[in-house]
């Protein structure tokens, strides 16, 4: 199907439309090739397009993703750009995820995977309603389950779920789809067993594990490791330095394909490799 388009950085005097078809801005999250390109259209940070015609989910229109984690359904980390973007004017969601078709879209800002994962891990999080109340572990939708103390284990069971761990040694765990399992402390684990999950540790010598289709685990801590399911993606960052002193010498992202990186095994990055690792 052909469309055609417009750009443009000043405001755009609209039409009157119907009450039902003028739709809030919606935020979310979009993927490009190498060349900020989506399916041969051209984009570019800081600029808003228009679609002339209507919008329809999968069919016309602009497409993004409101949850950042499903919009590595469609573009691979490795090779991909990804962007903060605001949709607005008449709007159409896709009935399986959270894909929104608009008439009209602005690139606000270019995040990179980095930013697309931890935009995840927020936005999960943000479902959630957490209180004094939460225990270790929870078993609905839209749970949280959030321990501070070392030696300590947070796990959820339903879907759209969180759980969150700050101290040394300790573990967060999520069984449901679209979660996320988080830990801060040194020597911890986060693992995810849904689909469209994340799993993220950001301590020293931690391990982030996923088991569910389209998920990915990151590891950016010191001699972090990462393993996931066949199909998964992990993301892993090299380190160098003395005790005194360490910096980031490499950030890299590879999908489990069964063969180059194995499923449910562990790597860590070593001079720009993933390395098997018990």
């Known amino acids: 199907m052909t469309t055609t388009t417009t750009k443009t950085k000043t405001p755009r005097k609209k039409k009157a439309v119907d009450v039902a078809e003028q739709q809030t801005a919606i935020i979310g999250y979009k993927g490009f090739d190498k060349d900020m390109k989506c399916r041969g259209f051209q984009f570019a940070v800081d600029e808003t397009y228009k679609h002339d015609g209507t919008a329809k989910a999968c069919s016309s229109g602009f497409h993004f993703c409101e949850n950042p984690l499903h919009v590595l359904r469609y573009y ?83 879907n759209y779920s969180a759980a969150q761990t700050h101290g040394n ?74 005790n005194s002193r360490w910096e980031i010498v490499s950030v890299q992202s590879v999908k489990v394909d069964g063969e180059t990186i194995k499923a449910d095994t562990f790597y860590q990055l070593e001079s720009g490799l993933f390395v098997e690792v018990q």
Do not use: M
Request: proline content about 1%; some cysteine; charged content about 15%.
């Open 169 to 242: 040694y300790s573990a967060a765990q999520t069984h449901g789809n679209d979660s996320a399992a988080q830990t801060h402390g040194n020597y911890s684990a986060a693992q995810t067993h849904g689909n469209y999950s994340a799993a993220q540790t950001h301590g020293n010598y931690s391990a982030a594990q996923t088991h569910g289709n389209d998920s990915i685990a990151v590891s950016t801590g010191i001699k972090g490791k990462a393993a996931g399911s066949l199909g998964n993606w992990i993301v892993l960052a090299e380190w160098k330095g003395t």
């Open 76 to 158: 691979s980390p490795s090779n991909s750009r990804f962007a903060l973007v605001e949709g607005t004017d008449q709007t159409d969601r896709h009935d399986e995820d959270s894909k929104v078709a608009c008439t009209e879209l602005k690139i606000k800002a270019e995040i990179g995977l980095k930013g697309l994962i931890d935009a995840g891990i927020k936005f999960v999080f943000s479902k959630v309603t957490w209180s004094k109340e939460d225990t270790p572990q929870t078993h609905g939708n839209y749970s949280a389950a959030q321990t501070h103390g070392n030696y300590s284990a947070a796990q959820t069971h339903g």
